[in-house]
């Protein structure tokens, strides 16, 4: 099976490519011009970055790529309206959001299949992270149309870089399932998640969430990031049994980011060690063996499991 690989090479006589200014490092590295190529109908899938709080968080290129393109994709448009009307950016919008995800998504990919440039952008942070943004990026691709970001603001990044957890490996799991099943099921999951985790909430639902990642996860580090980058933006470290006696006695208000701890990686390989406590060295080495597996390769299995030495697994035996 081959895999067709494509791929969008930026130079100054593109389209979709840095403009001299835009390689100098200012402008908005927006162009309306198109190389004589296959590609020469086909507009551009801007994904701009929009504040999570504070306006003063908006990059000069954003407003410029807003400015310039055709076509505004908007999660809300009666909300991001107060976002365009502040930087006086009068292009059209076109609402995308989850419930028109695919149909409007096809819409817009027509739109840009005739050489029209779009901007996506969500209610606040960055586009196409836990958002129906997805689809559209996965269409453009699909119908081989150039798409870029414009980086900025992005929630689940602010917080894990001021939540003094461990930045180097990381999972997001965005907002837990409100279906009973799954939510238990992403919890188990998360229950042997050794990289930091990062979700979102709701305060109308962060009660919830606190007692039953605690009694899923045990008391864990945490760090309550709450209105980042507004003016009573709070962040709070905290364990997850402390975190859930402080909501019972004060109401949640604002949106919440959580930084929670993952589990140590020791702790697990110790478990994983008393499972094999039950039953004796022999008995161990006798359910490799009834799986065909030769004694040599059983007595290494068995050390392994243990966390015992071939040598002591072979002591035991004599």
Known sequence: ??????????????????????????????????KKTGMEEKGILYLVATPIGNLKDMTQRAVETLKEVDIIAAEDTRNSIRLLNHFEIKTPMSSYHEHNKYDKAEYLVSEMLKGKNVALITDAGTPAISDPGE????????????????????????????????????????????????????????????????????????KKTLKDLSEALGDRRITICRELTKKFEDIRQTTLSESVLNYEQNEPRGEYVLVIQGEDKAKLVLKDQEKWTDISIEAHLEMYMKDGIDKKEAMRKVAADRGLSKRDVYQALL
């Not at 992005?154 to 907002?175: D, K, W």
């Not at 279906?179 to 109308?204: G, Q």
């Open 1 to 34: 099976m081959s895999i067709r690989i494509k791929t969008y090479t930026r130079t100054r006589s593109t389209a979709y490519t840095a403009t001299p200014d835009h390689a100098a490092g200012s402008g908005s590295g927006f162009s309306k011009t198109r």
């Open 135 to 206: 689809v559209l990026v996965q269409k453009c691709h699909e119908n081989d149309i150039c798409v870029t970001s414009l980086p900025g603001c992005c929630a689940l990044i602010s917080a894990l870089i001021v939540s003094g957890l461990p930045t180097r490996r990381f999972c997001f799991e965005a907002f837990l399932p409100s279906d009973k099943k799954e939510r238990s099921e992403v919890l188990d999951e998360l229950k042997t998640e050794t990289r930091t985790i990062i979700l979102y909430e709701a305060p109308h639902h962060l």
